[in-house]
């Protein structure tokens, strides 16, 4: 009894002091044999969830077996048939198998009793300490694991490159994907949407990556690839498949007004930046190389490129882009002078209301802009639909519908000015949710755009047409007030007819009763 004792307590010693699930079964492994006393012997582990098990060690003549077996096929006769082996020892938790060893059959018939109480408590040992691995394994992977996405995330990215870059990892590809307009995405759909939006590009990326290839999400919008070994054009192809990849799929994803895109810049370890330290920050500065070139591409990070220090990147965006909106504006008016005009008086309104509502100055300043490019879209539409006089068909008001999508997909490729994208996106969204494009509901829709809508009917019933007669300000305002909770915000709108009472809104070719 004492030599079977021994085992047991150098094995109980040991797995006090591991939770590695490597060495649990190394520990496991040695006391069985010891015990047993086998000429062949095998240790197999669950599969995770699943209902197929794994061999993990195996000693002496058993032989070995790849890939996992399904837990209904460790019957008497299927062991004895396909392994000449049966279940020697058993480790069960809440009626749940969860390993077992298997050992030769002639060895089986020469069991002790003795020798099986032995194995049975050794597979009780091994059970808790399994469990207890389990739930180490589960936590640390929950420590390095970002919960929405499923990469690795930005602790354990900072930890891996501290340790192991220049000692374990001798030359790498550090690959920023930043997803471009990701604000834009929460603002006109929601969170939970960003979120499956950022499911969907981590996806992207583990199916496009190197298979020694580690992903981790490294901020709201940003993705970083590691890829040990990778040399300069295996990273620029990667990095471009990916981007590709990206906008492509995302085409067919109904919901999306314009596809998604991302930028990306790339730093190669040691060939580009040798300090580790420097790393992340010449990557970053790599992808806002791509993303200041128009967005939607791949920059290199190159030893001769410094940091673009008093660039004035962080300017007004208006005023670096202003003569841009102007020539737009200049363009719209070409083709539609009323389109001109209702985007100036728009914009004013608009203006008036949010200085009302106490906004700040920059938010005021995204409204007047706003109101500004509101309406651009419509370059794209026929002129026979834009300049109709009469009633627009079912079919001439789904074109007519489409100037929306074409707004941002022009306002989104001006540099620095994409912030302006919620309040135009959604000045034809109604607060009982039934405009367009999204259907959004409620505070569900940006201010800007609640403001906008506002101020875009208001000038519409109140503004001359080729078709029409201005109609009278008192017509206009009992409109406001019957749109409101189904049309207009009413808190909103309240102050914007408190605006008019006060002749703080200047109506523009309006009528007074």
């Known amino acids: 009894m004492a030599e079977k004792q021994e085992p047991l307590e150098k094995l109980q010693e040991q797995l006090l002091h591991t939770s590695r699930m490597e060495d649990i079964c190394d520990h496991l492994m040695e006391a ?24 993990k060690r195996l000693a002496g003549c058993f032989p070995e077996i790849p890939g996992s077996v399904k837990e209904e096929l460790f ?10 082996a049966e279940i020697a020892g058993e480790m069960i938790y809440k009626d749940r198998k969860y390993g077992f060893f298997l050992v030769c059959c002639q060895e089986c018939d020469k069991k002790e009793v003795q020798g099986e109480k032995c194995l049975r408590l050794l597979c009780t040992l091994g059970m808790l300490a399994l469990r207890s691995g389990w739930y180490a394994g589960e936590a640390w992977i929950k420590s390095v694991t970002d919960d929405v996405t499923g990469a690795y995330n930005r602790r354990y990215l900072l930890k891996r490159l501290n340790e192991d870059m220049g000692n374990s990892v001798l030359q790498a590809a550090l690959i920023d994907i930043n997803v471009d307009d990701f604000k834009l995405y929460n603002e006109m759909y929601g969170y939970m949407q960003s979120d499956s939006l950022l499911q969907f590009v981590a996806d992207i990326i583990r199916g496009e990556k190197s298979p020694q290839g580690e992903l981790y999400r490294f901020g709201a919008d940003e993705f970083l690839l590691l890829e040990p070994g990778m040399a300069e054009a295996q990273a620029l192809e990667t990095a471009e498949r990916i981007r590709k990849k990206i906008r492509q799929v995302s085409k067919d994803k109904k919901k999306l007004i314009h596809p998604l895109t991302v930028s990306c810049g790339i730093v190669l370890f040691p060939e580009n930046v040798a300090v580790k330290e420097d790393l992340l920050g010449s990557c970053s500065r790599a992808v806002y190389y791509a993303k200041v070139r128009g967005k939607n591409q791949t920059a290199l990070w190159k030893k001769e490129d410094h940091p673009r220090e008093g660039s004035g990147y962080y300017r007004s965006s208006f005023e670096k882009i202003a003569p841009t909106i102007y020539a737009f504006m200049a363009a719209v008016d070409a083709k539609d002078q009323i389109t001109f005009r209702h985007s100036l008086k728009v914009s004013e309104y608009a203006t ?7 906004l700040k100055e920059e938010e005021v300043e995204i409204i007047r802009e706003a109101g500004l490019l509101h309406d651009i879209g419509k370059i794209g ?21 489409e100037h929306v999508k074409n707004a941002t997909e022009m306002i989104r490729f001006l540099p620095d000015m994409n912030y302006v994208l919620p309040a135009v996106v959604a000045h034809h969204e109604r607060y009982d949710g039934k405009g367009y494009p999204s259907g959004l509901a409620g505070e569900d829709i940006p201010l800007g755009g609640r403001c906008l809508a506002i101020a875009d009917s208001f000038d519409t019933m109140t503004a001359r047409r080729p078709y029409k007669e201005p109609m009278r300000i008192s017509y206009a305002v009992r409109e406001l007030e019957k749109g ?7 808190y909103l709108t309240d102050v914007f007819l408190q605006l008019i009472e006060e002749g703080k809104i200047r109506v523009w070719n309006g009528q007074e009763e």
């Open 32 to 55: 069985a044999a010891e015990l047993t006393q086998c000429a062949g012997l095998a240790l197999f582990l669950r599969c995770g969830e699943t209902s197929e098990f794994e061999q």
């Open 75 to 84: 019957d008497s006769t299927f062991l004895r048939c396909a392994f000449g």
């Open 352 to 358: 008036t209301l949010a200085q009302a509502l106490g």
């Open 381 to 401: 539409i026929p002129e026979n639909i834009l300049k109709k006089q009469s009633f627009l068909t079912e079919e001439e008001y789904a074109v007519m519908k």
């Open 484 to 490: 409101k909770n189904t049309q207009f915000d009413p």
